[in-house]
């Protein structure tokens, strides 16, 4: 495959009748990870939902692995390899750690035991109540639950939000390890101190559309791009 392995093109999303994207353009190296940076309500968690086919675009293409999936069903896109842990982190109060783990697991997708491998901390609690999971541990899980599914492309909404700092430090440790493992990730994150240090390229996002695109050592130095990111 030549070019990218996820690219945007020109992508419009509404909601009735606000005009939520506005041509926003991006694209996913294999191997690489971009964050989408932008001040709340700049269309980060829509763009990633239109990508995901939670939204359906108005106009714009996308392909994934250079075939076009705008306008396809969610599951269909899962299928093809992408996963998308959304803001909301989806665990079940009443079902297992393990349970979640097998639960939407695929064929070619991470096993048990990898998961558990990878992140001991999840075999450990592998017995506990979705319920009875901090903040931290239910992150970890949604994240190692999408890796079940076998994702070429990952898609994370604000995985840190809301966690404490060391809590933190452990899901970027989780990034890092699965970006070694050659798992391409698209990050929204308001953690900029993080977004900088651990992407390849930065696409900011401002009011529905690229303001500024580059890397995250040219990102520190362009004012004009920060006036984007100040509340
Ligand atoms: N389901 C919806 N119906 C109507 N408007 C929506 C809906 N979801 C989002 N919006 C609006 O669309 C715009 C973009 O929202 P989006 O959630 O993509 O922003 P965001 O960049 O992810 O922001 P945040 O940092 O707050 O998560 C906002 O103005 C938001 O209020
Ligand atoms: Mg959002």
Do not use: C
Request: charged share 20%; no cysteine.
């Amino acid at each position: 495959m030549t070019g990218p392995l996820l690219a945007v093109e020109g992508l419009h999303a509404h909601y009735g009748p606000s005009h939520v994207l506005q041509g926003v353009d991006l694209a996913v190296p294999a191997g690489g990870v971009v964050a989408l940076l932008g001040r709340n309500g700049a269309g980060k968690s829509t763009t990633l939902k239109a990508i995901m086919g939670v939204v359906r675009p108005s106009q714009g293409r996308i392909a994934f692995a250079g075939r076009p999936i705008a306008g396809e069903a969610t599951d269909r896109v899962a299928r093809r390899g992408i996963a998308w842990v959304p803001e909301t982190r989806a665990i079940f109060p009443s079902l297992s750690v393990e349970e979640h783990l097998t639960l939407a697991a695929r064929r070619g997708g991470w096993t048990l035991e990898r998961v558990y491998d990878r992140f001991p901390r999840l075999r450990e609690r592998r017995r506990a109540g979705g319920a009875t999971l901090s903040g931290g541990e239910q992150q970890m899980l949604t994240i190692a639950r999408a890796m079940t599914t076998g994702p070429s492309l990952l898609l994370l909404d604000e995985p840190t939000e809301g966690l404490a700092p060391l809590v933190v430090a452990e899901i970027e440790d989780m990034l890092r390890a699965l970006k070694a493992d050659g798992t391409t990730l698209l990050l929204v994150e308001q953690n900029l101190a993080f977004a900088l240090a651990f992407a390849d390229h930065v696409v900011l996002l401002g009011k529905g559309r690229v303001r500024w695109t580059g890397t995250p050592a040219a990102f520190r130095d362009a004012a004009e791009a920060r006036t984007w990111l100040a509340v």
